[in-house]
């Protein structure tokens, strides 16, 4: 299952807080982007296995690309 941000347009990473083979649950705080001068929180929509981080910290991060991947 892709991570996205929430926002339509253009953010930036600014924090991934989780690694790959990390177990997570719904709704846990999984990255951070900033967007309008603020952090905001990117939560996991599913609980699973980090599969692979597809965005580097401090990139910018289009809407509907992914910021991780969750495997199920």
């Known amino acids: ?3 996205y941000a929430t926002f ?3 953010v930036q990473l600014v ?3 989780v ?3 990390d177990t997570v649950s719904e709704g846990q705080v999984v990255a951070a982007v900033e967007a309008m001068k603020a952090k905001h929180d ?3 929509p599913c609980s699973g296995k980090v599969a692979t981080i597809d965005a580097e910290i401090g990139s910018d991060v ?3 690309q992914p910021i991780l991947t969750i495997a199920t």
């Open 62 to 64: 289009m809407a509907g």
């Open 8 to 10: 339509d347009g253009k």
């Open 42 to 44: 990117v939560r996991a």
């Open 15 to 17: 924090e991934v807080r």
């Open 1 to 3: 299952t892709p991570v």
């Open 19 to 21: 690694q790959v083979g």
